[in-house]
Protein backbone atom coordinates (compact mmCIF):
# COMPACT_ATOMS: atom_id res chain seq x y z
CA UNK A 1 0.00 0.00 0.00
CA UNK A 2 2.90 2.23 0.68
CA UNK A 3 4.26 1.66 -2.72
CA UNK A 4 1.36 2.43 -4.22
CA UNK A 5 1.25 5.91 -3.05
CA UNK A 6 5.16 6.40 -3.44
CA UNK A 7 4.48 5.78 -7.30
CA UNK A 8 1.47 7.78 -7.41
CA UNK A 9 3.22 10.38 -5.68
CA UNK A 10 6.72 10.53 -8.09
CA UNK A 11 3.97 10.53 -11.00
CA UNK A 12 2.34 13.33 -10.14
CA UNK A 13 5.25 15.15 -9.02
CA UNK A 14 7.06 14.45 -12.75
CA UNK A 15 3.60 15.20 -14.51
CA UNK A 16 4.07 18.69 -12.47
CA UNK A 17 7.78 19.08 -13.50
CA UNK A 18 6.74 18.70 -17.53
CA UNK A 19 4.22 21.06 -17.15
CA UNK A 20 6.31 23.27 -15.61
CA UNK A 21 9.13 23.04 -17.53
CA UNK A 22 6.91 23.59 -20.73
CA UNK A 23 5.45 26.45 -19.10
CA UNK A 24 8.91 28.47 -18.71
CA UNK A 25 10.83 27.15 -21.48
CA UNK A 26 8.03 28.52 -24.03
CA UNK A 27 8.64 26.52 -27.00
CA UNK A 28 10.80 27.37 -30.08
CA UNK A 29 7.84 26.70 -32.15
CA UNK A 30 5.39 28.58 -29.81
CA UNK A 31 5.15 32.15 -31.75
CA UNK A 32 6.74 30.74 -35.03
CA UNK A 33 3.42 31.32 -37.13
CA UNK A 34 3.76 35.36 -35.94
CA UNK A 35 6.94 35.75 -37.98
CA UNK A 36 7.42 35.44 -41.52
CA UNK A 37 11.08 33.31 -40.97
CA UNK A 38 13.03 32.79 -44.00
CA UNK A 39 16.37 30.63 -44.07
CA UNK A 40 18.80 32.82 -42.79
CA UNK A 41 18.97 34.66 -39.38
CA UNK A 42 19.23 37.90 -41.28
CA UNK A 43 15.48 37.70 -42.43
CA UNK A 44 14.61 37.14 -39.34
CA UNK A 45 16.21 39.50 -37.65
CA UNK A 46 14.95 41.95 -40.06
CA UNK A 47 10.99 40.92 -38.48
CA UNK A 48 12.56 41.32 -34.81
CA UNK A 49 13.84 44.97 -34.86
CA UNK A 50 15.72 48.06 -36.11
CA UNK A 51 19.11 48.39 -36.39
CA UNK A 52 18.74 52.47 -35.99
CA UNK A 53 19.25 53.72 -32.71
CA UNK A 54 16.31 53.48 -30.43
CA UNK A 55 15.30 55.91 -27.97
CA UNK A 56 14.14 55.68 -24.33
CA UNK A 57 11.37 57.89 -23.25
CA UNK A 58 12.84 60.17 -21.91
CA UNK A 59 14.80 60.47 -25.74
CA UNK A 60 17.87 59.47 -24.62
CA UNK A 61 19.52 57.06 -27.46
CA UNK A 62 19.47 52.78 -26.10
CA UNK A 63 20.20 49.98 -26.93
CA UNK A 64 18.67 47.23 -28.71
CA UNK A 65 17.59 43.82 -28.60
CA UNK A 66 18.91 43.43 -32.42
CA UNK A 67 22.33 44.66 -31.11
CA UNK A 68 22.41 42.50 -28.55
CA UNK A 69 22.22 39.44 -30.84
CA UNK A 70 24.96 40.58 -33.27
CA UNK A 71 27.21 40.68 -30.37
CA UNK A 72 26.72 37.19 -29.25
CA UNK A 73 27.03 36.29 -33.12
CA UNK A 74 30.30 37.84 -33.37
CA UNK A 75 31.45 36.87 -30.38
CA UNK A 76 31.13 33.12 -31.68
CA UNK A 77 27.91 32.27 -29.16
CA UNK A 78 24.88 30.46 -30.35
CA UNK A 79 21.76 33.03 -30.61
CA UNK A 80 19.44 30.85 -33.21
CA UNK A 81 15.93 31.44 -34.39
CA UNK A 82 15.18 34.67 -33.09
CA UNK A 83 11.93 34.43 -32.42
CA UNK A 84 9.77 37.57 -31.33
CA UNK A 85 7.87 36.96 -27.57
CA UNK A 86 4.78 38.27 -27.50
CA UNK A 87 2.89 41.39 -25.12
CA UNK A 88 -0.17 39.48 -26.06
CA UNK A 89 0.34 36.08 -25.16
CA UNK A 90 -0.81 34.20 -21.88
CA UNK A 91 2.47 33.64 -19.86
CA UNK A 92 2.68 35.53 -16.92
CA UNK A 93 5.57 37.43 -17.49
CA UNK A 94 4.57 41.21 -17.16
CA UNK A 95 4.39 42.64 -20.33
CA UNK A 96 6.18 45.87 -19.64
CA UNK A 97 9.02 45.53 -22.64
CA UNK A 98 9.14 47.48 -25.41
CA UNK A 99 10.56 44.24 -27.13
CA UNK A 100 11.16 40.63 -26.23
CA UNK A 101 13.01 38.16 -28.09
CA UNK A 102 13.58 34.26 -27.23
CA UNK A 103 17.01 32.67 -28.53
CA UNK A 104 17.59 29.09 -29.19
CA UNK A 105 20.87 27.46 -28.07
CA UNK A 106 20.83 24.14 -29.14
CA UNK A 107 24.15 23.14 -27.65
CA UNK A 108 22.33 22.72 -24.17
CA UNK A 109 19.14 21.17 -25.63
CA UNK A 110 17.07 21.93 -28.38
CA UNK A 111 14.45 24.02 -27.13
CA UNK A 112 16.90 25.52 -24.58
CA UNK A 113 17.45 29.54 -25.00
CA UNK A 114 17.60 32.87 -23.33
CA UNK A 115 15.44 35.91 -23.91
CA UNK A 116 16.33 39.55 -23.75
CA UNK A 117 13.92 42.45 -23.47
CA UNK A 118 14.32 45.89 -24.33
CA UNK A 119 12.43 48.75 -21.76
CA UNK A 120 11.38 52.28 -22.48
CA UNK A 121 11.74 52.75 -18.59
CA UNK A 122 13.79 51.70 -15.39
CA UNK A 123 10.13 50.70 -13.42
CA UNK A 124 9.09 48.51 -16.52
CA UNK A 125 12.95 46.73 -16.58
CA UNK A 126 12.05 46.38 -12.69
CA UNK A 127 9.28 44.46 -13.20
CA UNK A 128 10.42 41.98 -15.07
CA UNK A 129 13.45 41.59 -13.33
CA UNK A 130 11.92 41.03 -10.07
CA UNK A 131 9.25 38.48 -11.57
CA UNK A 132 12.27 36.89 -13.17
CA UNK A 133 14.45 36.76 -10.08
CA UNK A 134 11.44 35.50 -8.09
CA UNK A 135 11.88 31.63 -8.69
CA UNK A 136 14.62 29.58 -7.33
CA UNK A 137 15.64 25.72 -7.50
CA UNK A 138 15.40 24.47 -10.37
CA UNK A 139 12.98 27.26 -11.95
CA UNK A 140 16.12 29.82 -10.97
CA UNK A 141 16.88 32.49 -13.62
CA UNK A 142 20.30 34.17 -14.43
CA UNK A 143 19.40 37.68 -14.74
CA UNK A 144 21.52 40.83 -16.19
CA UNK A 145 21.01 43.89 -17.05
CA UNK A 146 22.88 46.63 -19.47
CA UNK A 147 20.88 50.18 -19.35
CA UNK A 148 17.49 49.44 -20.88
CA UNK A 149 18.34 45.39 -21.61
CA UNK A 150 17.28 42.90 -19.76
CA UNK A 151 18.81 39.36 -20.33
CA UNK A 152 17.20 36.20 -18.97
CA UNK A 153 18.03 32.11 -19.28
CA UNK A 154 17.55 29.13 -16.87
CA UNK A 155 19.77 28.03 -14.14
CA UNK A 156 19.72 24.62 -16.45
CA UNK A 157 22.31 26.47 -18.70
CA UNK A 158 26.21 25.84 -17.73
CA UNK A 159 27.55 28.43 -15.52
CA UNK A 160 30.58 28.66 -17.99
CA UNK A 161 28.51 29.19 -20.70
CA UNK A 162 25.81 31.81 -18.99
CA UNK A 163 29.49 33.48 -17.83
CA UNK A 164 29.87 34.18 -22.01
CA UNK A 165 26.91 35.10 -22.69
CA UNK A 166 27.03 37.79 -19.63
CA UNK A 167 30.22 39.56 -20.58
CA UNK A 168 29.60 39.94 -24.02
CA UNK A 169 25.93 41.54 -22.96
CA UNK A 170 28.08 43.79 -20.45
CA UNK A 171 30.19 44.93 -22.98
CA UNK A 172 27.74 46.33 -25.19
CA UNK A 173 28.42 49.83 -25.70
CA UNK A 174 26.07 52.14 -24.43
CA UNK A 175 24.85 54.51 -26.81
CA UNK A 176 25.81 58.37 -27.08
CA UNK A 177 23.74 61.02 -27.71
Not at 60 to 86: D, H, M, Y
Not at 158 to 172: C, D, G, I, K, N
Amino acid sequence: MKRTYVVVLCVALSAAILVLCAACGQNVNQHRDEIATGDDQESSREEIGSTEVARASDGAPSLTVVQAIKAFENAGLECLEPTPISTSDSSPVPKTFSEGVRCVVPSVSPDHGFRIFSFSSEDNLQMVKDYYEAFTGFLGSYVYVKENLLFQTSVSMPVELVEEYQRVFESLPVPEN
